[in-house]
């Protein structure tokens, strides 16, 4: 059974007690910029219409969410477990410090996407960026997976200015040949082989399932894989090294 709440007049703190207030998912409709709806959750599919505010799915564990529109800043910050679809394009910060689940976005992503992301052990976060991203994505990147496939992104750049700044973990996967993207010393920006692209492939597919998009196409074009060129990107920086 699904359950309607109608956001227009409530804020985020009634959402979410509405939301955990009994079992089954949720039609959240009208929304408008309530943050932090579906923080810690976990066992239920939220399907949101309208605009979510900052922090949609802080610390989430297990839930899914679904967004019909846009999302604004720090979407899945500290993401344990589970699945954030948005529909239209995300603000800054998505999955900052995300250590596990996954966030498809079809549009656009803005600054510092994945800023903090790690894994641990069998925990391993995945983010598909359908668009651009903004400046400083993959900063400080410990680990995880984030995908950036600049469909329909226009006249802008795939990614913006300083990627992968501090990066000493994960791995990103930009698809262009990033001939005009200029990375930091502390990484390696190599020309993706079938196999690297090939692992990342289940998360491709799920992407154009959500967003009925055709895989052979975004696969039949060059990839670059950025990974850390060392597990201590400021060792430069101290005294006798």
Do not use: W
């Amino acid at each position: 059974m699904i359950r309607r709440i109608n956001a227009s007049k409530i804020g985020h703190k009634e959402i979410n007690e509405r939301i955990r207030s009994d079992s089954g998912d949720v039609l959240l409709e009208g929304c408008l910029g309530q943050g932090f709806i579906g923080a810690g959750m976990n066992g239920l599919h939220i399907d949101i219409h309208g605009v979510p505010g900052n922090t949609l799915g802080g610390y989430l564990n297990g839930a899914q969410i679904t967004v019909h529109g846009n999302a604004q800043d720090n979407v899945g910050d500290t993401m344990n477990d589970g699945k954030i679809v948005v529909h239209g394009n995300i603000g800054d910060a998505p999955g900052y410090a995300m250590r596990g689940g996954e966030i498809y976005v079809r549009g656009n992503a803005g600054y510092r996407a994945g800023i903090h992301m790690k894994e641990y052990r069998d925990k391993c976060p995945v983010m598909v960026i359908g668009g651009n991203a903004g400046s400083f994505l993959g900063e400080y990147q410990a680990g995880g997976i984030i995908i950036v496939l600049g469909l329909e992104k226009g006249d802008a750049p795939i990614v913006g200015n300083f990627p992968c700044t501090g990066m000493h973990g994960g791995k990103v996967f930009i698809r262009s040949d990033c001939a005009d993207i200029e990375f930091s010393d502390t990484v390696h920006a190599l020309p993706a082989t079938a196999e690297d692209v090939k692992g990342i492939e289940p998360f491709l597919k799920e992407y154009c399932e959500l967003f009925a998009c055709d895989l052979g196409h975004i696969e039949n074009s060059p990839f670059t894989i950025v990974v850390p060129n060392s597990k201590n990107p400021y060792q430069q920086m101290y005294v006798g090294n």
